[in-house]
């Protein structure tokens, strides 16, 4: 009896140029870090001004003084400074389409483009906003950051650094010492990175339902959601960096601030703009923007300042 043999059979190997290659119409774009820090900080429109720079006035305040009898009134010397806000950074995407790929490419190739233009410059808003943490306190490198546990212990990046995951004590430390510089309870923001967050959502204290809420997206258990910590809204970047120390442990930072603590100055938004160049025989494609960002108040203010409202704190990395 013989056997039947598919030695010769006309497999998709054989067929492939028969074969049609359907694509679709839209393009996955790759996954994105969160962005969170342009609506978290106080933001000053400068479109269509001139000027390379601002200056933010930032008073110190007074404290009242006792009127002794039939004496005359003290007037009190008036204690200003200033913070310049340089207008230094411009950001560009450019990619020029050529006329082949224009008529024969999917229109989502030019709708990615737009897309993924709006998103490197927006992340580049946020990369500088994060930078910015760095210099709390008037230092350099996070010199005057913190290691989590209670938050007391200073942040040293030396050997295998000290970094520590954050604790409830540590939580309420943080937030006691904003109360004792005064700076304002309103817009008082946490900003972690998503393995703070894993953390956070492992301690009962941030998750328990007395504490986070049953329903719906209030239940931290259920959803992730992290919420807010003792009514400071919490909110997760995968922008923040990552640092290392001298033996490359790494850790991230964690920041707390209030939104008056840093500023986002635009000079020009986003833009996109296009131009046909015929040395090319293509479509110029760039996206822009100008901007500046400063820190205003650092956490070595007194308690005579209006607020300092900035702090971060050292985590491991994983």
């Given at each position: 009896m013989s056997t039947f043999s598919y030695a010769n059979a006309v497999d998709v190997t054989a067929a492939d140029a028969f074969l049609p290659e359907v694509w679709a119409m839209e393009t996955a774009a790759a996954y994105k870090a969160n962005l969170v820090m342009g609506n978290l900080v106080a933001k000053l429109n400068h479109k269509g001004k001139r000027g390379d720079r601002i200056n933010i006035q930032k008073p110190v305040r007074?404290?009242?003084?006792?009127k002794a009898e039939n004496t005359v009134v003290s007037p009190q010397a008036h204690t200003d400074t200033n913070v310049a806000v340089l207008l230094d950074q411009h950001w560009e995407y450019s990619k020029i389409i050529e006329d082949v790929v224009e008529l024969q490419a999917m229109p989502s190739l030019r709708r990615f483009f737009i897309e993924d233009a709006g998103y490197a410059l927006a992340k580049r808003i946020d990369t500088e906003l994060l930078l910015e943490a760095a210099t709390f306190g008037g230092g350099t490198a996070y010199s005057a950051a913190v290691?989590?546990?209670d938050g007391s212990?200073?942040?040293v990046q030396t050997g295998a650094g000290n970094g520590s995951?954050?604790?409830d004590a540590g939580a309420r430390r943080l937030i006691q010492g904003f109360d004792d510089l005064d700076v304002p309870t309103r817009d008082r923001y946490f900003v972690v990175p998503p393995v703070e967050k894993r953390k956070l959502l492992g301690l009962s204290r941030f998750t328990e339902q007395a504490f986070s809420g049953e329903a719906g997206p209030a239940n931290s258990i259920r959803n992730g959601r992290v919420g807010d910590i003792y009514g400071v809204e919490v909110f997760v970047s995968s922008n923040l960096e990552t640092v290392d120390s001298s033996n490359c442990?790494?850790?991230r930072p964690c920041v707390f601030l209030q939104r008056d603590s840093m500023i986002?100055?635009?000079q020009q938004a986003i833009r996109m703009q296009t131009q046909y160049k015929l040395e090319a025989l293509g479509t110029l494609l760039v996206a822009d923007v100008i901007f500046g960002t400063d820190t205003v108040r650092g956490d070595t203010?007194?308690?005579g300042d209006i607020g300092a409202g900035t702090k971060v704190f050292m985590v491991p990395a994983s």
């Open positions: 007074a404290a009242a003084q006792e290691i989590g546990g212990t200073a942040w995951t954050l604790s442990t790494s850790y986002l100055v635009e203010a007194t308690a």
